[in-house]
């Protein structure tokens, strides 16, 4: 598992991209999302790890406060300036960044491990791709703590498919010979025992759905450059990699001039 240090820092470079590019979660996940776990507009969610907010926007209109845990100081800003008008505060008392939708964005500068916030405070905690940067046992403890009694955990992560069409058979070729430690931290390292462990003793379900996004040829290069692996502007392998990308698009590119990527989004769900 990356360091601490490492896994904070690590997107730091990238948040532009990230904001424009990186997938959604679909609409009948949050539906279900609800229905599990019961929320209503009176629920308090802890989204730990969100990022830019992609999975605290969603959340917003079906609860009354979304906690926003972030400890990367550019991902919390651009979550805070896409969600709301303020600054994040570093600690529990957070900032109150207005509303989207019914919910208040409340933005929190900690970590997975020490959220900051209050015992038996929240109904839900969330973390969508994410958990695989968290100290497991240490995330695990500090979630029971904030959890109200009969509270649920929900880890959810875009997989990116990567062998149902010729073009994502190629992409993943791609980055197996040109993206920086790929290998090591794409996410699908977490697998089945080690969310199994997480939830236990109790049980859990895992719960799938289809999803897409389709790129020109820009938002495929952003696309892949918002991935921490990925070499950017100025590290050494950029423009082999972005060159690459050019003759992967050329290569694949459909009548609309578009490449598709397909996911399939794990909801994993349960009660600690």
Same mark, same amino acid.
């Given at each position: 598992?990356?360091?601490?240090? /490492?896994?904070? $820092?690590?997107?730091?470079?990238?948040?532009?991209?990230?904001?424009?590019?990186?997938?959604?979660?679909?609409?009948?996940?949050?539906?279900?999302?609800?229905?599990?776990?019961?929320?209503?507009?009176?629920?308090?969610?802890? @989204?730990?790890?969100?990022?830019?907010?992609?999975?605290?926007?969603?959340?917003?209109?079906?609860?009354?406060?979304?906690?926003?845990?972030?400890?990367?100081?550019?991902?919390?800003? +651009?979550?805070?300036?896409?969600?709301?008008?303020?600054?994040?505060?570093?600690?529990?008392?957070?900032? *109150?960044?207005?509303?989207?939708? *019914?919910?208040? #964005?409340?933005?929190? +500068?900690?970590?997975?491990?020490?959220?900051?916030?209050?015992?038996?405070?929240? /109904?839900?905690?969330?973390?969508?791709?994410? #958990?695989?940067?968290? @100290?497991? +046992? *240490?995330?695990?403890?500090?979630?029971?703590?904030?959890?109200?009694?009969?509270?649920?955990?929900?880890?959810?992560?875009?997989?990116?498919?990567?062998?149902?069409?010729?073009?994502?058979?190629?992409?993943?070729?791609?980055?197996?010979?040109?993206? $920086? /430690?790929?290998?090591?931290?794409?996410?699908?390292?977490?697998?089945?025992?080690?969310? +199994?462990? #997480?939830?236990?003793?109790?049980?859990?379900?895992?719960?799938?759905?289809?999803?897409?996004?389709?790129? /020109?040829?820009?938002?495929?290069?952003?696309?892949?450059?918002?991935?921490?692996?990925?070499?950017?502007?100025?590290?050494?392998?950029?423009?082999?990699?972005?060159?690459?990308?050019?003759?992967?698009?050329?290569?694949?590119?459909?009548? @609309?001039?578009?490449?598709?990527?397909?996911?399939?989004?794990?909801?994993? #769900?349960?009660?600690?």
């Amino acid at each position: 598992m990356p360091s601490a240090t /490492d896994s904070t $820092r690590r997107f730091t470079d990238r948040v532009a991209n990230y904001v424009r590019y990186r997938p959604a979660y679909p609409a009948a996940l949050l539906e279900t999302l609800r229905e599990r776990a019961r929320l209503t507009p009176a629920s308090v969610v802890a @989204d730990v790890g969100s990022g830019t907010g992609i999975l605290a926007a969603l959340l917003l209109p079906l609860v009354r406060r979304v906690y926003a845990v972030e400890p990367n100081d550019a991902m919390r800003a +651009a979550a805070e300036a896409w969600l709301g008008s303020g600054h994040g505060a570093g600690n529990a008392a957070g900032t *109150a960044n207005g509303t989207r939708g *019914a919910g208040e #964005f409340v933005s929190v +500068a900690a970590t997975a491990e020490a959220t900051t916030l209050p015992e038996a405070s929240v /109904d839900l905690v969330t973390a969508g791709q994410a #958990f695989h940067w968290f @100290d497991h +046992a *240490a995330a695990r403890r500090e979630f029971a703590r904030i959890l109200r009694p009969g509270g649920h955990v929900a880890l959810v992560w875009n997989e990116r498919e990567t062998d149902t069409t010729p073009f994502l058979r190629s992409y993943e070729a791609l980055l197996q010979q040109h993206a $920086r /430690d790929y290998g090591r931290v794409k996410h699908t390292n977490v697998d089945e025992t080690a969310i +199994a462990a #997480f939830f236990a003793p109790e049980r859990h379900e895992c719960i799938e759905t289809a999803n897409e996004q389709r790129f /020109d040829l820009d938002g495929l290069v952003g696309r892949s450059l918002s991935s921490s692996y990925a070499p950017n502007p100025g590290q050494p392998g950029h423009e082999a990699f972005v060159a690459a990308l050019r003759n992967l698009f050329a290569a694949h590119a459909e009548a @609309d001039g578009r490449v598709s990527f397909r996911y399939r989004t794990r909801l994993y #769900f349960g009660r600690l």
